[in-house]
Protein backbone atom coordinates (compact mmCIF):
# COMPACT_ATOMS: atom_id res chain seq x y z
CA UNK A 1 0.00 0.00 0.00
CA UNK A 2 1.55 3.63 -0.73
CA UNK A 3 2.26 5.62 2.18
CA UNK A 4 -0.37 8.13 1.79
CA UNK A 5 -2.95 4.80 2.21
CA UNK A 6 -1.69 4.00 5.21
CA UNK A 7 -1.16 7.38 6.84
CA UNK A 8 -4.92 7.85 5.96
CA UNK A 9 -5.45 4.79 7.51
CA UNK A 10 -3.57 5.49 10.60
CA UNK A 11 -5.84 9.05 10.53
CA UNK A 12 -8.98 7.27 10.55
CA UNK A 13 -7.58 5.20 13.56
CA UNK A 14 -6.73 8.31 15.69
CA UNK A 15 -9.92 10.03 14.88
CA UNK A 16 -11.41 8.04 17.64
CA UNK A 17 -9.46 9.98 19.60
CA UNK A 18 -11.79 13.26 18.57
CA UNK A 19 -14.95 11.18 19.18
CA UNK A 20 -13.77 10.89 23.14
CA UNK A 21 -13.13 14.57 23.29
CA UNK A 22 -16.61 15.13 21.83
CA UNK A 23 -17.77 13.10 24.35
CA UNK A 24 -15.80 15.17 26.87
CA UNK A 25 -17.86 18.20 25.66
CA UNK A 26 -20.75 16.92 25.90
CA UNK A 27 -20.46 17.23 29.88
CA UNK A 28 -20.37 21.47 29.22
CA UNK A 29 -23.67 21.20 26.60
CA UNK A 30 -26.05 23.76 28.17
CA UNK A 31 -28.85 21.15 28.42
CA UNK A 32 -27.14 18.67 31.01
CA UNK A 33 -26.27 22.02 33.36
CA UNK A 34 -28.24 20.56 36.38
CA UNK A 35 -26.67 17.38 35.74
CA UNK A 36 -22.88 17.64 34.98
CA UNK A 37 -22.14 15.03 37.38
CA UNK A 38 -24.59 12.53 35.80
CA UNK A 39 -23.24 12.82 32.74
CA UNK A 40 -19.48 12.77 33.26
CA UNK A 41 -20.57 9.29 35.21
CA UNK A 42 -23.06 8.11 31.45
CA UNK A 43 -20.10 9.10 29.01
CA UNK A 44 -16.81 8.41 31.41
CA UNK A 45 -16.39 4.99 30.89
CA UNK A 46 -16.93 4.89 26.78
CA UNK A 47 -14.70 7.90 27.10
CA UNK A 48 -11.88 5.55 28.55
CA UNK A 49 -12.78 2.68 26.52
CA UNK A 50 -11.92 4.52 23.56
CA UNK A 51 -8.98 6.56 24.50
CA UNK A 52 -7.90 2.93 25.49
CA UNK A 53 -8.30 0.90 22.79
CA UNK A 54 -7.36 3.42 20.44
CA UNK A 55 -3.73 3.49 21.90
CA UNK A 56 -3.59 -0.15 21.15
CA UNK A 57 -5.44 0.09 17.19
CA UNK A 58 -2.38 2.61 16.56
CA UNK A 59 -0.10 0.64 18.18
CA UNK A 60 -1.00 -2.16 16.40
CA UNK A 61 -1.59 -0.59 12.66
CA UNK A 62 1.99 0.42 13.41
CA UNK A 63 3.38 -2.46 13.40
CA UNK A 64 1.87 -3.64 10.82
CA UNK A 65 2.69 -0.57 8.49
CA UNK A 66 6.65 -1.77 9.87
CA UNK A 67 6.02 -5.61 8.85
CA UNK A 68 5.06 -4.24 5.20
CA UNK A 69 1.41 -4.39 5.45
CA UNK A 70 1.22 -7.69 7.51
CA UNK A 71 0.39 -8.64 10.73
CA UNK A 72 1.78 -10.59 13.59
CA UNK A 73 -0.49 -13.46 13.96
CA UNK A 74 -0.49 -13.18 17.87
CA UNK A 75 -1.86 -9.41 17.65
CA UNK A 76 -5.46 -10.62 16.00
CA UNK A 77 -6.75 -11.14 19.87
CA UNK A 78 -5.20 -7.81 20.71
CA UNK A 79 -7.24 -5.88 18.05
CA UNK A 80 -10.27 -8.33 18.65
CA UNK A 81 -10.09 -7.21 22.48
CA UNK A 82 -9.64 -3.58 22.25
CA UNK A 83 -12.77 -3.59 19.57
CA UNK A 84 -14.67 -5.47 22.46
CA UNK A 85 -13.79 -3.19 24.99
CA UNK A 86 -15.06 -0.41 22.83
CA UNK A 87 -18.54 -2.15 22.03
CA UNK A 88 -18.86 -2.83 25.58
CA UNK A 89 -18.75 0.64 26.33
CA UNK A 90 -21.28 1.64 23.87
CA UNK A 91 -23.94 -1.49 25.40
CA UNK A 92 -22.81 0.44 28.83
CA UNK A 93 -23.43 3.72 27.70
CA UNK A 94 -26.83 3.03 26.43
CA UNK A 95 -28.26 1.23 29.67
CA UNK A 96 -26.75 3.70 31.43
CA UNK A 97 -28.75 6.55 29.19
CA UNK A 98 -31.82 4.16 29.78
CA UNK A 99 -31.62 3.95 33.76
CA UNK A 100 -31.13 7.63 33.98
CA UNK A 101 -34.34 8.30 31.51
CA UNK A 102 -36.23 6.22 34.28
CA UNK A 103 -34.68 7.60 37.03
CA UNK A 104 -35.95 10.98 35.93
CA UNK A 105 -39.23 9.92 34.08
CA UNK A 106 -37.73 11.70 31.28
CA UNK A 107 -36.92 10.48 27.37
CA UNK A 108 -35.13 7.89 26.98
CA UNK A 109 -32.73 10.56 24.77
CA UNK A 110 -29.02 12.30 25.79
CA UNK A 111 -26.72 14.90 24.41
CA UNK A 112 -23.86 12.98 23.53
CA UNK A 113 -26.00 10.10 21.65
CA UNK A 114 -25.69 11.71 17.79
CA UNK A 115 -22.01 11.42 18.94
CA UNK A 116 -22.10 7.80 20.08
CA UNK A 117 -23.85 7.03 16.90
CA UNK A 118 -21.14 8.30 14.67
CA UNK A 119 -18.92 6.90 17.06
CA UNK A 120 -20.44 3.62 16.30
CA UNK A 121 -20.19 4.15 12.60
CA UNK A 122 -16.58 5.11 12.81
CA UNK A 123 -15.35 2.18 14.75
CA UNK A 124 -17.31 -0.37 12.23
CA UNK A 125 -15.14 2.14 9.49
CA UNK A 126 -11.77 1.07 11.44
CA UNK A 127 -13.13 -2.45 11.62
CA UNK A 128 -13.45 -2.75 7.87
CA UNK A 129 -10.11 -0.69 7.52
CA UNK A 130 -8.32 -3.67 9.91
CA UNK A 131 -10.02 -6.54 7.74
CA UNK A 132 -7.98 -5.45 5.29
CA UNK A 133 -4.53 -6.58 7.21
CA UNK A 134 -6.15 -9.00 9.63
CA UNK A 135 -8.10 -11.51 9.70
CA UNK A 136 -10.10 -10.16 13.12
CA UNK A 137 -13.02 -12.35 14.06
CA UNK A 138 -15.74 -9.99 14.51
CA UNK A 139 -18.56 -11.98 15.74
CA UNK A 140 -16.52 -11.89 18.90
CA UNK A 141 -16.89 -8.15 19.37
CA UNK A 142 -20.04 -7.41 17.65
CA UNK A 143 -23.36 -8.30 17.33
CA UNK A 144 -24.98 -9.67 14.16
CA UNK A 145 -27.37 -7.07 14.00
CA UNK A 146 -24.17 -4.32 14.01
CA UNK A 147 -22.36 -6.87 11.97
CA UNK A 148 -25.02 -6.82 9.03
CA UNK A 149 -25.29 -2.90 9.13
CA UNK A 150 -21.61 -2.55 9.04
CA UNK A 151 -22.11 -4.42 5.61
CA UNK A 152 -24.26 -2.18 4.60
CA UNK A 153 -21.85 0.59 5.21
CA UNK A 154 -18.42 -0.99 4.56
CA UNK A 155 -19.55 -2.72 0.96
CA UNK A 156 -16.38 -4.81 0.63
CA UNK A 157 -16.64 -5.82 4.00
CA UNK A 158 -18.63 -8.86 3.21
CA UNK A 159 -16.13 -9.81 0.40
CA UNK A 160 -13.47 -9.39 2.63
CA UNK A 161 -15.46 -11.58 5.62
CA UNK A 162 -15.89 -14.60 3.65
CA UNK A 163 -12.53 -14.03 2.34
CA UNK A 164 -11.26 -14.71 6.02
CA UNK A 165 -13.87 -17.45 6.63
CA UNK A 166 -12.25 -19.47 3.23
CA UNK A 167 -8.84 -18.57 4.61
CA UNK A 168 -7.60 -16.92 1.31
CA UNK A 169 -6.99 -13.68 2.87
Known sequence: MPVQGYKDTYEDIIRLYDFAEELIESVDDSRVEKNKEEQLAIVNGLIEAIEESTDILAEEFCEIIENNGKPK???????????????????????????????????IMNVADPIVQKLTQHIEHVVALFLEYVAISVDLFMHKTQIEEMKKRERHVADLLHKHAMGQA
Open 73 to 107: TKKKGKLESAFRKMFVAIDAYKEAVEQSAIKLKGD
